[in-house]
């Protein structure tokens, strides 16, 4: 008897009042990601600017990423491999009146996910709720980020 990967999801989404090229600078330099967003550390981001390949360290858990899919200011996709995980975090991105709605969905698999499947999908789902509103803070807030050294 062998043992089956694990599978899980979580998607939300969040109105921003800020516009899609705001949203998008925040998610798309990858090597400033730990300005707004204390649960992530980037270790490693090739080009440094516009990476498609970068190393992080989220939960404990070192992944190292590529970019799959890109369209600036509108979509990003990843996909990361970390210690018995293989996941996908994609980004949909709507211009709605003056702000953008974003739309997020996380998808992971792995044996390293079966130790405590109910846990670890509720701190899926709670991570991708903290990664939204700390994009919104960063986007809403009148400090710049992305400019900032």
């Known amino acids: 008897m062998s043992l089956q990967p694990c599978r899980m999801e979580a998607s939300d989404e969040l ?9 998008w600078n925040l998610l798309r330099h990858i090597e400033r990601w730990h300005q ?5 550390r980037v270790l490693k981001a ?22 799959v899919a890109e369209r600036p200011t509108r979509t990003l996709q990843w996909k990361s491999v970390g ?9 949909i991105l709507l211009p709605e009146g003056s702000g953008t709605r ?3 969905h996380a998808e992971a698999e792995g044996l390293a996910l079966c130790i405590r499947p109910e846990a ?21 807030s009148t400090r ?5 050294n």
Not at 36 to 40: E, F, H, Q, R, T
């Open 15 to 23: 109105f921003i009042a800020a516009p899609p090229h705001r949203v």
């Open 36 to 40: 707004w967003n204390l649960a992530v």
């Open 46 to 67: 090739q080009p440094m600017i516009n990476p498609m390949r970068f190393c992080w360290k989220a939960s404990g858990i070192r992944f190292h990423s590529e970019i």
């Open 83 to 91: 210690r018995g995980i293989v996941a996908r975090r994609s980004w």
């Open 102 to 104: 974003v739309i997020t």
């Open 120 to 140: 670890t999908q509720r701190l899926l789902r709670l991570r991708t709720h903290q990664l939204l509103a700390a994009l919104r803070h960063a986007a809403e």
């Open 144 to 148: 710049d980020p992305i400019r900032a």
